[in-house]
């Protein structure tokens, strides 16, 4: 039988042939949401090009009971003019079951084809290398946690012209401890990666 990771390449490698599937892969990404202090992730393309957005969103036991909150979030995206900048306050949506999510659409974040840069044949890998960073898109904010337990979190980013097999899904702790990696933090989270 083969393994979960296996049937995962084989999956991405069918998808990456279809030059139509819009989708996105994560460029950087802190593996802790730490109350009051500064969180970022990003992504880029890693398909076709989409005008219909992007979506942010995230979800847990500590969203539902609601002592995580996000109050702003400050967006950089590539635009043709090159890289803009906004905010907007995330909502706090009920699902059908009971749970919640916060989100935050981007309706005006335009998803460039991720092919496009290698077209171009004559660009220098110094020219490709800072192009690559001028199509990511950057979500920052401060995240409010003021919880005594330590929380899990799944930040889920994807193009709205393609939810399920074009996202971006991390894992990441919610701590109230400003000095979390100083009390033996980054020994939880290297257990939590070994399956201990």
């Known amino acids: 039988?083969?393994?979960?990771?296996?049937?995962?390449?084989?999956?991405?490698?069918?998808?990456?042939?279809?030059?139509?599937?819009?989708?996105?892969?994560?460029?950087?990404?802190?593996?802790?949401?730490?109350?009051?202090?500064?969180?970022?992730?990003?992504?880029?393309?890693?398909?076709?090009?989409?005008?219909?957005?992007?979506?942010?969103?995230i979800t847990g036991k500590s969203v539902d009971d609601g002592s995580f909150k996000i109050h702003m979030m400050d967006v950089t995206f590539p635009t043709t003019a090159g890289t803009k900048s906004i905010k907007r306050k995330p909502e706090l949506y009920k699902k059908k079951d009971g749970k919640y999510v916060l989100r935050c659409l981007f309706s005006e974040i335009k998803i460039p084809d991720c092919n496009a840069a290698q077209k171009n044949e004559r660009l220098t890998r110094e020219q490709l290398m800072m192009q690559a960073s001028t199509n990511q898109v950057v979500f920052r904010f401060t995240p409010e946690y003021k919880s005594k337990d330590n929380d899990e979190l799944m930040i889920n980013i994807y193009p709205v012209g393609n939810p399920i097999d074009g996202s971006v899904t991390e894992w990441v702790t919610a701590t109230s401890d400003h000095d979390f990696f100083e009390n033996g933090g980054l020994t939880e989270l290297l257990q939590r990666g070994k399956g201990k």
């Open 1 to 57: 039988m083969a393994s979960s990771y296996g049937r995962n390449l084989v999956t991405r490698a069918i998808q990456k042939r279809d030059k139509t599937r819009v989708a996105l892969r994560k460029t950087a990404c802190g593996i802790v949401l730490i109350d009051g202090l500064p969180f970022s992730v990003g992504v880029e393309s890693d398909g076709a090009a989409s005008s219909q957005g992007v979506m942010f969103t």
